[in-house]
């Protein structure tokens, strides 16, 4: 199954809403790189990632100058040796950052073709624990006004979902905790509510803030300080007492190594379109289970879906309200609090190709 | 002070030697990307990074087109300003990788303009410890024959050098150890001889050859194992009996921070053109202050000469024979195993930027 083909974009796709968190700012475009494959059979793998509105042009850069040439001609099913082979070809200016999201893309496509070339869905190909995995409305609504909060809550729990995660990190934390307060009482004592504080706090705040939300029965406090800060991390979960998640902003399987030894996190979360693909995710979540902890996810729930179903340490999918959702035929299928993973071979993601041509970066 | 202008440029140029080494293979070109900032008083700082070959377009897509809106217009001046902006503005698709070179050359060319404001070189602008610093020669030459290795190691000692690292990690240990052993009896019992093993082994390994080396008087052991694996290079450290080195794969001072703490290393060695700037590289220097431990470093002795010469904690000066050297004017002294800051205001690099053009990547 020779590679004959590359073809690799760049878009840039407006927001319908703006959005923000505690560490972006006010987000109005996101970058959206994609990376095509085919081979000598005919089949198509399709993959893709994403960044809040900066770097995508790194990204496609290190796709189509540095590793076209590793993939063209070789054979699209050795993916663990074309993987290998892409991170020490770039190494020197990669070892994360840009490179591990252009090589997540290419990580996705190949095993799409993988997938296909079986006939499976990737949620059976990749083990099929279940089809169907518990799923949040993730909420991007730091500046949200309370009411908008609320609105936006009851239309969450309107589509289904029975659990709900907020960002916190406004000005004074009594803000925040009132926001919580309410969204407590309106999801009442048990339907999961998460809390992110995207990066924004240091450890000493994040710490003052945990304890503030325990007693909202808050389920995890999401990125609450920098992700360079192990240690952190743990003091934050041990001082403030609500368990901890992360993992969007970690690019390397040593990286989730370490935040899980050094930093006693609860709920790694990768993002397969930020950590280096398919090959990583499922080893990250294979560490995670040798850790006897769950895996959740960050992002492009329409690929993790599956990785989630398919692994028997699955907790939450975040349903993520990025811009790419209109672009994309087959939403995803949310029923009473599950996110259904499909039955199309491969992760079974189709575009609309010609109405992401208007955003095309040239 | 305002920023004026900003143009960055992407060179390709030829070795004239292939070099070789345990990671990267034949090595035919570096990758050079440059950065020239102008501001109102008419004053111009220059900044560069470079690879082995892959990721120059992904490095010059940052700054052009991430980096760019952040720098113009702002104040040249407030520098940890523009590095924190910068750092946040990309950190989704950055946080290391190609976005750390990118900010390392921008930050280079700022302080170059500090230092030409002041009138003062870079060594006494930043504190003017001493303007010298002792040398070594960094030979590229894993594939090197034994009589050619001899003979450059003689050409060394003859430019005035009176320390030599060596590559390792060939097929055979025995392999290294004669070679190590022929250096060591040319250099004599005295004269450091560092080895560098460019991430070529597993931990068991690294332990094993550094036990072989450790009989020759091996000075460090460098980049033992992947720069991932924080505990492994403790553990080369304390059963392998050389002192460890490491710092050019590393990208941020926090994980500077993180391989002093639980790596063991002994001689932090960060590349000022890779560690994201003066701004990380002086921190780094600090916190290898603050351990008790030396500062060395690795790659671009001309503006590094500056920095290790100001600091009070300063090991020896890698001089590395890059490809770029025929580029720059006024090349490095060398005085009896010193190399020698010079007194041009800023760093006082000063390319040909008309012999430089002719491997500009378009």
């Not at 020197?92 to 070339?117: H, N, P, Q």
């Not at 609450?224 to 992360?246: F, K, L, N």
């Amino acid at each position: 199954m020779i590679i004959q083909s590359l073809q690799t974009d760049y878009y840039r796709i407006p927001l319908p809403v703006v959005l923000s968190d505690a560490s972006h700012g006010e987000v109005t475009h996101f970058d959206f790189v994609t990376a095509r494959i085919t081979t000598a059979d005919g089949l198509e793998g399709v993959g893709y990632t994403f960044t809040p509105g900066t770097g995508g042009a790194a990204i496609h850069a290190h796709i189509d100058r540095d590793l076209r040439g590793v993939l063209l001609g070789a054979d699209a099913g050795r993916i663990e040796q074309l993987w290998k082979r892409m991170w020490w070809h770039v190494h020197f200016a990669g070892r994360g950052g840009a490179l591990t999201l252009a090589i997540s893309a290419v990580d996705i496509a190949l095993w799409d073709l993988a997938g296909k070339r079986a006939g499976e869905p990737w949620w059976r190909f990749f083990g099929g624990c279940e089809n169907r995995v518990r799923a949040y409305a993730g909420g991007v609504d730091l500046q949200f006004t309370l009411d908008a909060l609320v609105a936006q809550t009851e239309g969450f729990l309107e589509r289904d979902f029975r659990a709900i995660k907020m960002k916190v990190g406004r000005p004074n934390l009594s803000e925040d905790v009132e926001r919580v307060a309410r969204l407590r009482q309106i999801l009442g004592p048990d339907q999961p509510l998460m809390v992110d504080g995207n990066m924004g706090w240091r450890v000493d705040e994040a710490i003052r803030a945990a304890r503030a939300f325990a007693e909202h029965g808050v389920y995890w406090i999401e990125e609450p300080t920098i992700p360079d800060d192990y240690e952190g991390h743990a003091r934050i979960a041990r001082e403030g007492g609500v368990p901890v998640a992360t993992g969007e902003n970690l690019r390397t399987l040593h990286e989730f190594e370490q935040m899980i030894r050094y930093g006693e996190i609860a709920f790694p979360e990768p993002d397969v379109a930020l950590c280096g693909g398919v090959t990583v995710w499922r080893k990250i979540a294979g560490l995670a289970e040798a850790h006897n902890l769950p895996v959740t996810t960050h992002g492009v729930h329409d690929l993790q879906v599956h990785l989630l179903a398919a692994v028997p340490n699955a907790s939450f999918l975040e349903v993520h309200m990025f811009g790419v959702e209109p672009y994309i035929r087959h939403p995803i299928e949310i029923d009473n609090g599950y996110a259904i993973a499909p039955d199309r071979p491969g992760h079974g993601v189709e575009f609309d190709w010609e109405m992401l041509s208007n955003h095309l970066v040239r």
